[in-house]
């Protein structure tokens, strides 16, 4: 799976599992999604958690690879949703 995959992968995870806020906000007039931040704040922390496991390698199609320098770059598709 590459690291854009995993990336969507957990986000739709996490935004299937999050409530639905009634909250709105606005940033520079843009309307603020606080439902996708906090699912990119949970993938993203089960990234931090994963890159912290005591596995060392990450299956992908190119070969292997060290986890950490595969969950650095799923943190980096996660931050681009």
Do not use: R, W
């Amino acid at each position: 799976m590459t690291p854009k995959e995993k990336a969507e992968e957990l986000l739709s995870i996490f935004a299937k599992i999050i409530p639905a806020s009634s909250y709105e906000a606005y940033e520079g007039g843009v309307k603020i999604n606080f439902d996708l931040e906090n699912a990119k704040q949970c993938a993203l922390i089960a990234v931090d958690f994963a890159m912290n496991s005591k596995y060392s390698f990450q299956p992908i199609s190119k070969g292997l690879v060290s986890a950490k320098s595969y969950y650095e770059e799923v943190k980096q598709e996660i931050e681009k949703l």
